[in-house]
DNA sequence: CTAATATTCAAGTAATCGATTAAAGACTTG
DNA sequence: CAAGTCTTTAATCGATTACTTGAATATTAG
């Protein structure tokens, strides 16, 4: 039935079997880069064009593009023009599970990624973050919470939590006296591995805020089910 | 504060991301090999010794134990001795996750994975595979539903759904008189892409036996968190 | 046509990867 | 402790692959 060659039973199957598992293979290699990770993370929070992705990411636009090629032929992101802009986005709501299991798993089992977490984010958190449970219950008890959006506006325009502000980080500093001192000012940004809510927390604290950090952000908020508001998008 | 030839902004904040970053991709890296996502598909089904992983996977002992090394090093199998032999399996159910999620995003956005799931476990089902909840109504209701479980014996014994019958796959042409002709038959194996289900299937309906396929595997049943029956294991 | 944005190409460097073979380790048993 | 079983490690080879950069090319808008 098969080539004459082969000595083992099945060796139809085995060769098929191989080729299967080498193309589930890659899938992860396409995820086996910490710059395309880096993109997946950013587009976990909205669609970007190349050129706003390379500069989020600091790399050239090309390289940037390189590697958004890869992640698109493996299906993980899509995209659509406009005008002479490109705007790539995660493929759906999996892709983002994936990726957030990967970092789950990673950040459970491996010593190296709390370590270089804390490197990155600053120093272990003075204060626990708050969980996602947390807030919902103490906004639906009426508890004083100020939630406090720090990303860019734009992504802040494209969905935010309910009755969160905007105060970008960059302009925390010179826009502190919109915030209350009375109440506790919970901070989020675009998910655990995001420095800005880290660095807004700091900020605050030092002014002498009562502030927390959400313990994730944006997306995971959104994948859980959680309501996220929009406002009218997809300027001209 | 960092060293002076950097010009850009945040020039330490960069190389931390990078590094944390990479951390992650270390861990898609491990995932991102056939025969590594052979191993892992396998330990799904529970623990295994380096010499019968070889031999279920066809590679060499040597080779077998490379792989679980690097799967090793990165936190997704652990193992245990016992007497000469070592067993491994996965570290928790969250890797099974990970798998499970990786393959169904590749399912379901990569025309090649379906050709060549096709050419290993063969021609499209000619019957609709049951799914786990039309089986959970079916027993429920007291239908006459026979479970048949395809794989080896010892993997029955580690864990089987409840009211299983075990005919391993190779004995199954010569004692097909232990099954009924008059209720439908439903086989299962270790997931949707083992091939022991589909040729149990095959063969049972060729024998005129009313035969259809669990669309996935004992594995799947577990995570799904419904109830799993195992006998005393752990041979002396 | 020009400007703006994105992709592709070519090139170079580096690095990695996977399989095999043989030797070494670890443990058990007699 | 010597022999036997099972597993890991080290060395090697071949080949391939991966990533970045800079220049050239597409694509669209105006």
Redesign the interface.
């Known amino acids: 039935m098969s080539r004459p060659g082969e000595s ?1 039973r099945e060796p139809d ?2 060769r ?14 396409a ?8 993109i997946v ?1 950013v587009l976990a929070n909205g669609e970007r064009t190349v050129e706003r992705l390379a500069a989020e990411t ?1 790399l050239s636009v090309a390289n940037a593009s390189q590697h958004l090629q890869v992640l698109r032929e ?3 992101v899509r995209r659509r023009r406009d005008g002479t802009r490109i705007y790539y986005e995660l ?2 709501a ?2 983002f ?2 990726w957030r ?6 950040a ?3 010593a ?2 709390s370590q ?2 804390e ?2 984010l600053g120093a272990r958190d003075s204060l626990e973050p708050v969980t996602r449970a947390d807030l919902l219950r103490r906004l639906k008890r009426g508890e004083d919470v100020v939630l406090l959006d720090v990303r860019p506006t734009e992504e802040f325009t494209a969905g935010h939590l309910p009755a969160a502000i905007s105060i970008p980080l960059a302009e925390l500093r010179r826009r502190l006296r919109e915030l209350p001192r009375d109440k506790e000012v919970v901070a989020y940004c675009r998910g655990p ?1 995001c ?1 800005f809510a880290h660095k807004a927390v700091r900020i605050l604290q030092q002014a002498g805020f009562h502030a927390r950090r959400l313990e994730d952000g944006l997306p995971e908020w959104r994948a859980a089910g959680l309501p996220v508001i929009a406002m009218g998008e997809r300027r001209s």
Chains 1, 2 share one sequence.
Do not use: C, P, W
Not at 16 to 29: N, V, W
Not at 31 to 38: C, D, F, K, T
């Open positions: 083992s199957g085995r098929a079997k191989t080729a299967l598992f080498d193309e589930f293979a890659r899938l992860a290699q995820l086996a880069n910490g710059r395309r990770l880096e993370d600091g493996v299906g993980l493929r759906d999996e892709v599970d994936m299991n990967l970092r789950n798993v990673a459970q089992h491996r190296e990624i270089l977490a490197a990155y591995y420095a």
